[in-house]
């Protein structure tokens, strides 16, 4: 059997495998198959046995051999030695130590990040004991003059009283007045509502429709429902305006629930609305958030 170590060598050499110091998987393979190949070949030719037994030195030492043979492995096996297992051996020691110096930067940001994070919290406690500290004082501050000046306005039932002032209005907050709604005897409310949100394209969930006020002979009174929530009601209004270019609708009027104070203002308010439009009829007088404005006609 002749051997020639170019035959193992030249996909090697053609490939460049190890001049420019980079492996790439193929390389690596292609080096594994080499060696394979001579391996295998050396085992067959010294011994005459399948490829997996074992290559010993007694087994090389006998006269079958020539030293040509011998010399072309040698020379194989070194060239893969020197060009690729050597260099592979020393890129894994690299990587190594890449890895080794990747997992330390890890841990040094690890840590600074800790660090960062132990900084930040005693930033917000040393923030939330300056607030303590100020509520503190206010605190003390205001107990001291409400006891001086204002203990009789603490009395438990004036406390009482201001708490149910605070939940009416809150409650109100979610209702709505709707004037203007023919009354009759047997009425359902909630059907005579829903017609006139539905007219506003509206479908909310409404509660508490009933009529308000004494029932007097020539008077319509106004109704009063209850939607889920403040926004709802703000919907509703903004859309009010609607009902004056309804034939059936122009009598109608919508408006929140409003406190005794909030309608006596309201009615001062609309009073100085009519004498300003009166006074000045060339222009368009609004109430928009509590003040009379000048808006152009549409």
């Known amino acids: 059997m ?5 035959a193992y060598l030249t996909g090697i050499d053609r490939s460049g495998i190890g001049k420019d110091g980079v492996f790439c998987a193929d390389y690596v393979n292609m080096v594994r198959n080499t060696t394979g190949r001579l391996v295998g070949d050396m ?3 010294a011994s005459g046995v399948h490829v997996s037994s074992q290559l010993t030195a007694r087994s090389l030492n006998h006269g079958k051999l020539s030293k040509e043979q011998l010399s072309e492995w040698l020379y194989t096996a070194f060239y893969l030695l020197d060009r690729c297992c050597l260099p592979l051996m020393g890129l894994a020691a690299k990587q190594t130590t890449q890895i080794e ?31 303590k500290d100020t509520v503190v ?3 003390k501050s205001y107990s001291s003059v409400v006891q001086e000046s204002c203990s009789a306005a603490l009395a438990p039932k004036k406390i009482v009283s ?23 005897q047997n009425e359902k409310p909630e059907e005579k509502i829903t017609a006139i949100l ?11 429709c009933v ?8 008077r319509v009174r106004p109704l009063k429902f209850r939607v889920r929530n403040q926004d709802t009601v703000y919907q ?5 305006t609607i009902l004056r270019n309804l034939e059936d609708c122009r009598k109608v009027f919508i408006s929140p629930d409003r406190t005794i104070e909030e309608r006596v203002s309201r009615r001062k308010l609309v009073d100085q609305l009519r004498e300003k439009r009166v006074a000045d009829p060339n222009n368009n007088y609004v109430i928009r958030k509590g003040e009379i404005v000048c808006v152009e006609k549409t």
Request: no cysteine; charged share 35%; aromatic share 2%.
């Open 198 to 208: 539905d007219k506003l394209d509206e479908k909310p969930q409404i509660s508490g």
């Open 101 to 131: 110096q990747l997992k330390n930067d890890k841990i040094r940001d690890q840590e600074q990040i800790i660090q960062l994070q132990n900084k930040l919290i005693e930033k917000k406690d040393e923030e939330i004991k300056v607030v």
């Open 137 to 139: 004082s206010e605190l």
């Open 236 to 240: 509703i209004l903004r859309k009010a």
């Open 43 to 45: 085992t067959r030719g």
């Open 211 to 218: 009529r308000i006020g004494q029932l007097k002979p020539g």
């Open 162 to 184: 201001a708490v149910k002032q605070v939940n009416q209005d809150v409650d109100r907050s979610r209702n709505v007045i709707v004037f203007g709604v023919d009354e009759d």
């Open 2 to 6: 002749q051997f020639n170590s170019p």
